[in-house]
């Protein structure tokens, strides 16, 4: 694992609203603005879903992404970007589409079918919830396109199985390009919690010489963080999985988040890495 820590924001995510924080962008302008602010506080790599600022929900629509993304371009270069193709109610062609069509550095590869919603976990109940379809065919499919397109998948882990799915997959030798980069997600209702011992097995089940790094909803967020920093894993933070700092306070962005990480990076004896460090790490090439 890496010496060098990357930090990654998830600005805005599907469902984080300005009711949940009013500082979520929303507009390109908004997104490029919150890209270099991350920038300047350490963070390399930006996850990407556009949004339609009527409404703060995320759209897969290419134009929308198009805009977001040559506004980010624009105000901070050196950003490696990240397209999301995970999205509510969309066919397949729908989620994938802004990525084939922009060819970022990066996109989300989602690895298994689940239950997903939006939860009070404090009272247990649910305020909505979908079918998350991840079949293998997808994968497949995903992963052929992305590798023809020079987008490096990020493997999304949100239970094991989700991680025994790809390890499959990565048995046909010619749908992913290595080394592979995962990227383990904690506390989505319907997947797996943080939990140090899971952690450990799911960083240990790892194809050889794969990098990863960690992500959770709430107060997943910064137990994995910790973990993550110690064990030679990266991190990613922002308003799409927190909306809070460690405090309990509502963040002025995901760029001040990136701020406790950067001091948690630094405790841990890791320097933050560059946005050239980090296409080194992860094998990226450039754009």
Known sequence: ????LIITAALAG???????NPNTP?????????TYRCWQEGVSIVHIHAKDPNTGMATMDVQAHRETISAIQARCPEMIINISTGAMM?????????????????ASYNTNSMNFALVDHKKGIIWMEFIYDNTFKMMEDFARRMKENGIKPECEIFDHGGLYNTVLLRRQGDLFEEPMHFQFVYGVAGGMPFDTTLHLSLVKMLPEKATYSVCGVGPNQIKAAFISATDGGHIRIGLEDNVKM????????????AIWVRQLAAIAGRPVATTAET???LHLGKK
């Open 90 to 106: 969309t066919t397949p062609e729908q989620r994938i589409a802004p990525a084939l069509a922009i060819k970022p550095d990066m």
């Open 246 to 257: 460690p405090g309990g306070e509502l963040a002025k962005g995901s760029w001040e988040q």
């Open 26 to 34: 929303y507009t390109p302008e908004e997104f490029a603005e919150e």
């Open 279 to 281: 296409r080194g790490i």
């Open 1 to 4: 694992m890496s010496d060098k």
């Open 14 to 20: 599907g469902a984080t609203t300005k009711n949940n």
